[in-house]
């Protein structure tokens, strides 16, 4: 079978089938036993990687209530409460979902690192405070945008969300105070469980798993780090 692309560039199958990277020598080593200092530790690392672009890219899935599972990226933006917080419109197809159903998975893909972390848990909204705090922090053309945009709903034109866009910059122009749409907001994924991957010789990955033992007190985490095979 060839993949042909239509613009004189192919791919076979071979090809593909070939596309493989042998993976380095070094390991797992001295990770911290805390879950949240070894991801942020991990996470400089990626942040000053220059192979790395969007280190705080992470891969989303949320589950609805009719049981379809829907994946997309967004940005990590604080790591914070026990929790990884990021930024979204809240009647979006990904707030519609976590409208009930609260389990999610979170996947950052380091590839050039030859690494992944990979997260279990629950979404739960953040403070309105919370919100509106990090909303002001943003570009006033990225604060017009959140007001223009009905995110995932069926949009007719370009031009049609060009016009909403202009509208709300009107009515905010660029240097006044742009208040925080209510549907607009950000989530925080409280974790049960992240995995630390990273490729080593012949497949022998190491696998580091933090699961979260249940303690009395909810807001108290403990982990219990298990290896696993690759
Ligand atoms: C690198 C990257 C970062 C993104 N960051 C966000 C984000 O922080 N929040 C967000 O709502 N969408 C973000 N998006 C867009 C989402 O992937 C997605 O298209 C959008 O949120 C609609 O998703 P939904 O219809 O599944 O709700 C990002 C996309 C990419 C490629």
Same mark, same amino acid.
């Given at each position: 079978?060839?993949?042909?692309?239509?613009?004189?560039?192919?791919?076979?199958?071979?090809?593909?089938?070939?596309?493989?990277?042998?993976?380095?020598?070094?390991?797992?080593?001295?990770?911290?036993?805390?879950?949240?200092?070894?991801?942020?530790?991990?996470?400089?690392?990626?942040?000053?990687?220059?192979?790395?672009?969007?280190?705080?890219?992470?891969?989303?899935?949320?589950?609805?209530?009719?049981?379809?599972?829907?994946?997309?990226?967004?940005?990590?933006?604080?790591?914070?409460?026990?929790?990884?917080?990021?930024?979204?419109?809240?009647?979006?197809?990904?707030?519609?979902?976590?409208?009930?159903?609260?389990?999610?998975?979170?996947?950052? *893909? /380091?590839?050039?690192?030859?690494?992944?972390?990979?997260?279990?848990?629950? $979404?739960?909204?953040? !403070? @309105?405070? %919370?919100?509106?705090?990090?909303?002001?922090?943003? *570009? /006033?053309?990225?604060?017009?945008?959140?007001?223009?945009?009905?995110?995932? $709903?069926?949009?007719? !034109? @370009?031009? %049609?969300?060009?016009?909403?866009?202009?509208?709300?910059?009107?009515?905010?122009?660029?240097?006044?105070?742009?208040?925080?749409?209510?549907?607009?907001?950000?989530? @925080?994924?409280?974790?049960?469980?992240?995995?630390?991957?990273?490729?080593?010789?012949?497949?022998?990955?190491?696998?580091?798993?933090?699961?979260?033992?249940?303690?009395?007190?909810?807001?108290?985490?403990?982990?219990?780090?298990?290896?696993?095979?690759?």
């Amino acid at each position: 079978m060839t993949l042909d692309t239509g613009m004189g560039n192919e791919l076979g199958r071979d090809e593909i089938a070939a596309m493989r990277r042998s993976y380095g020598e070094a390991g797992i080593d001295g990770l911290a036993e805390d879950p949240f200092v070894a991801f942020s530790q991990w996470l400089v690392e990626a942040h000053e990687n220059p192979l790395i672009v969007e280190a705080n890219a992470m891969v989303l899935t949320t589950l609805d209530h009719e049981g379809r599972l829907s994946t997309r990226t967004v940005l990590l933006k604080d790591i914070s409460k026990n929790g990884f917080t990021f930024f979204t419109n809240y009647t979006s197809r990904k707030g519609v979902a976590l409208h009930g159903q609260p389990q999610v998975t979170l996947l950052f *893909p /380091w590839y050039a690192m030859e690494r992944q972390v990979s997260i279990n848990g629950d $979404a739960e909204k953040i !403070s @309105r405070e %919370e919100s509106e705090e990090y909303f002001a922090t943003r *570009p /006033w053309g990225s604060q017009i945008g959140a007001w223009a945009s009905r995110q995932s $709903a069926p949009l007719a !034109s @370009r031009d %049609e969300l060009q016009e909403r866009w202009d509208g709300a910059a009107a009515k905010w122009p660029e240097g006044t105070s742009v208040p925080t749409p209510p549907h607009w907001g950000g989530y @925080r994924v409280i974790p049960r469980d992240i995995e630390f991957w990273q490729g080593r010789y012949s497949r022998l990955h190491d696998r580091l798993r933090y699961e979260r033992r249940l303690t009395q007190a909810p807001e108290e985490m403990k982990w219990e780090i298990t290896r696993y095979y690759p």
